[in-house]
């Protein structure tokens, strides 16, 4: 089971993602979307959509910092290890927060707009699930061991087991001696890595690079008493 869970599992969710996603991009392009709803409710919306996804964007930034960085390089730069753990406590617990708040806005707004309601699909549904249980088992962590608890430092077992995993030499026995608590949201994590590919979260690897090179975009009236000033016909010479 040891095994099953911090090395087939995290390898066979990593594989759904990757060809997941390439599979989406090649045969459902028209389905690459967010599908978004704001022309039905705006209210909600410019309240929940940016408390989601930039306490999400801190929430990504914190665990890269503190699972692809190896400890000694942020002790290397004067991050001692209680300056770190204050700092992921704080920002982190603000974020996860923020981002569960945001969330729950978010689903409120789409059950209480009835287009929007009509509008989502059991995929949206089941996508919510995970996403919040994620969040919502990463801030019991969070508290748990940090807040409430002595404090857990997971920099020296999760952070080396994870990146065992992307060096192809991965050690289970790493996770062993992790709290429940962080072994259940890890467990989750992956989980929505493989659902990924399957729900409207595509969006999230998509920038508009394109909007930088593309020409304007011409508007013209098809009522000739539109204009600022009255249409003359094509060949009547100009006055």
């Not at 599908?35 to 665990?63: A, C, D, K």
């Not at 249409?231 to 100009?238: L, M």
Request: hydrophobic share 50%; with cysteine; charged share 15%.
């Amino acid at each position: 089971m040891n095994t099953f869970l911090w090395v087939i599992f995290p390898y066979l969710s990593i594989v759904v993602l990757i060809g997941g996603t390439v599979w989406r991009y090649r045969y459902d392009k028209f389905g690459w979307t967010t599908r978004s709803s704001q022309l039905y409710e705006t209210n909600y919306l410019r309240w929940g959509s940016p408390m989601f996804h930039f306490g999400v964007l801190f929430v990504l930034i914190g665990h890269v910092i503190g699972l692809l960085i190896p400890k000694s390089w942020t002790e290397a730069v004067g991050i001692t290890e209680h300056l770190y753990h204050l700092m992921a406590v704080l920002i982190g617990t603000v974020a996860g927060l923020c981002t569960l708040i945001g969330m729950a806005i978010l689903i409120l707004r789409r059950r209480l707009t009835g287009p929007v309601f009509a509008a989502t699909t059991r995929n949206d549904k089941a996508m919510y699930v995970v996403l919040g249980s994620v969040i919502l088992l990463g801030l019991l962590a969070t508290v748990k061991a940090n807040i409430a608890g002595g404090g857990y430092d997971y920099r020296e077992t999760v952070s080396p087991w994870l990146r065992s995993l992307f060096t192809l030499r991965p050690d289970a026995a790493l996770m062993t001696a992790v709290p429940a608590s962080f072994k259940v949201h890890v467990i989750a994590a992956f989980v929505l890595f493989a659902c990924w590919p399957f729900t409207r979260l595509v969006h999230a690897f998509s920038a508009p690079v394109g909007y930088l090179t593309r020409p304007y975009v011409v508007y013209r009236y098809r009522d000739p008493r539109g204009g600022l000033r009255p249409a003359r016909p094509g060949w009547e010479p100009p006055r």
